[in-house]
Each structure stands twice: as structure tokens, then as C-alpha cells.
């Protein structure tokens, strides 16, 4: 089964840009049935999706943050990284990867489609402060 | 603001049942999935697709969903239920991920 750690600085300067990458072992991460993604989670608040790539290199961002947001994959390490500029206290967040799949099921009805992030690292947390 | 919509606290007496609910317009063509969050730890998925559980994931949660609106069913919950669950899905346009506010449910 797969497994993903994050990695990268806790402190992060405001107006700098935070860069953390995300490990993938137990898997390729060139594999055809995912696409990998970063979410994040402010103390105390609900997850926020940031963005995710495919492993050819194509990206889609959450459009409140597609301004400052950069996220690249390295097939040949089997990572994907995080570049966030202009940082503020506000992306104060614990930073989670995750490996998201879609896929669809129909009803008698309708059909429908979705994404679901099955295997999460653990999280690191951080802190954007002078 | 989130396109999902959930209840931001639910509770539960230890051994019934409970619906944690997340609603939105995008529910209507995508699917929603669930995850489970306890204090300190990643989110685990609990259901995906129609109602499919990962492996590991107990019985007792089931999903299904009706019309703009989702829902997580644990039926007999325990102790160890207690925790935050989070939906998510695509947007309306379906090009972007989304996830709801987030519900806590307290076991009593």
C-alpha cells in the first residue's frame, strides 16, 4: 500500500514562499490511476484542497489560491513538491499529500463521478512568523 | 465559504445510530466521499463511490446520498467513533476538489 511523508521547513518567513515536498513509496507515482494532491488544514479549522498534479505534469489548483500556488512532480524520485509565495500568517496550516483517485458509479437513474483521497501522510505543520 | 455544506456538531449516544450530512448543488452529479479525522491525526477515508469502505474501514459506516445531499450513517456507534468527519467531492463545474466545513460528533 502506498505511503507519503511530507517534508520541508516548519517556519517559513512572511512574504517568503513555503516549499515542502511529499515522498512516495509503495507505488509509483507515475501510475496511471492517480493524481496527487496537497491539502491543508489551518489550527483548528476544516481541510482546505490546495491543488493536485498528474504524473505527465498537468495541474489544477484551488482558484483562491491558484495566484501564489506551484505544484511539480519528480518522477525519477517518485515526489511531488509544494511552492506557496507570498506567504502571510493566514497559510499558518498543518500541510498534508495525499493520493487522489476518481472514478464513478451509476444508478438505476443517474450517474455520477467523484474523487476521493484514499492513502494521506501524516501532516507537517507550518508556521509562518518573523 | 465551501460548496459542501455539513452540520458543524452532531451527537450520538453510544450504541445508536447517526447521519452526519453534507449538502450541495454538485452532490447532484458527483458523489461525495467521507473522511474521519481524531485529534492530531491525518483524515482516513471511510467511504468512497457509492457506499464502498476501504479496507479496515468497520461496517457499521455505510454512505448513500439523495438528491443535492450526502450522508455518512454509523449504525451503533462506540466510543472510538468520536472524532470530525469531513465530505468531499468535485465542484459543480466538476473541475475542482472540494470539501465541507467539517462535522464533530461527540459519543455520549
Known amino acids: 500500500q502506498l505511503q507519503l511523508q511530507e517534508s520541508g521547513p516548519g517556519l517559513v518567513k512572511p512574504s517568503e514562499t513555503l516549499s515542502l515536498t511529499c515522498t512516495v513509496s509503495?507505488?509509483?507515482?507515475?501510475?496511471?490511476?492517480?493524481?496527487w494532491g496537497w491539502i491543508r488544514q489551518p489550527p483548528g479549522k476544516g481541510l482546505e484542497w490546495i491543488g493536485s498534479i498528474y504524473y505527465s505534469g498537468s495541474t489544477y489548483y484551488n482558484p483562491s489560491l491558484k495566484s501564489r500556488v506551484t505544484i511539480s512532480v519528480d518522477t525519477s524520485k517518485n515526489q511531488f513538491s509544494l511552492k506557496l509565495s507570498s506567504v502571510t500568517a493566514a497559510d499558518t496550516a498543518v500541510y498534508y499529500c495525499a493520493s487522489q483517485k476518481s472514478g464513478g458509479y451509476c444508478s438505476s437513474t443517474s450517474c455520477y463521478g467523484g474523487v476521493y483521497f484514499d492513502y494521506w501522510g501524516q501532516g507537517t505543520l507550518v508556521t509562518v512568523s518573523s | 465559504s465551501s460548496e459542501l455544506t455539513q452540520d458543524p456538531a452532531v451527537s450520538v449516544a453510544l450504541g445508536q445510530t447517526v447521519r452526519i450530512t453534507c449538502q450541495g448543488d454538485?452532490?447532484?452529479?458527483?458523489?461525495a466521499s467521507w473522511y474521519q479525522q481524531k485529534p492530531g491525526q491525518a483524515p482516513v477515508l471511510v467511504i468512497y463511490?457509492?457506499?464502498n469502505r476501504p479496507s479496515g474501514i468497520p461496517d457499521r459506516f455505510s454512505g448513500s446520498s439523495s438528491g443535492n445531499t450526502a450522508s455518512l450513517t454509523i449504525t451503533g456507534a462506540q466510543a472510538e467513533d468520536e472524532a470530525d468527519y469531513y465530505c468531499n467531492s468535485r465542484d459543480s463545474s466538476g473541475n475542482l476538489v472540494v470539501f465541507g466545513g467539517g462535522t464533530k460528533l461527540t459519543v455520549l
Open positions: 463511490g457509492k457506499n
Open positions: 454538485s452532490l447532484r452529479s458527483y458523489y
Open positions: 509503495g507505488g509509483s507515482i507515475s501510475s496511471s490511476s492517480y493524481y
